[in-house]
Nanobody, 121 residues
Framework: QVQLVESGGGLVQAGGSLRLSCAAS????????MGWYRQNTGNQRELVAR???????DYADSVKGRFTISRDNAKNTVYLQMNSLKPEDTGVYYC???????????????WGQGTHVTVSS
């Protein structure tokens, strides 16, 4: 009943930029924390960045200063601006969100399907 749809992935050369978007839709009263995670071959899925409903952010050390997470609460959308991309940023990027479907109901965590990011050297 809640879907997270990502877009913006693709192929880019090292040093380039991409902007990922993730829109939550469905039965939604409120979207609380939203975040981006990534996974590549041989690695666990790891947190890239997350943002609370009031705009507090948290970044992986490897992306600090290069990536910026933001959100539009009116659109239930989170963005990840990725600059100065490196080959090691390559992976599948997943959107994640805590969603309250109805007022007074508990939060439920959702994942998007993932979008591929490939950074060539």
């Amino acid at each position: 009943q809640v879907q997270l749809v990502e877009s913006g992935g693709g192929l880019v050369q090292a040093g380039g930029s991409l902007r990922l978007s993730c829109a939550a839709s469905g039965n939604i009263f409120r979207v609380n924390t939203m975040g981006w995670y990534r996974q590549n071959t041989g690695n666990q899925r790891e947190l890239v960045a997350r943002i609370t409903i009031v705009g507090s952010t948290d970044y992986a050390d490897s992306v600090k200063g290069r990536f910026t997470i933001s959100r539009d609460n009116a659109k239930n959308t989170v963005y990840l601006q990725m600059n100065s991309l490196k080959p090691e940023d390559t992976g599948v990027y997943y959107c994640n969100a805590d969603v309250q479907a109805v007022r007074y109901s508990p939060l439920v965590n959702y994942w998007g399907q993932g979008t591929h990011v490939t950074v060539s050297s």
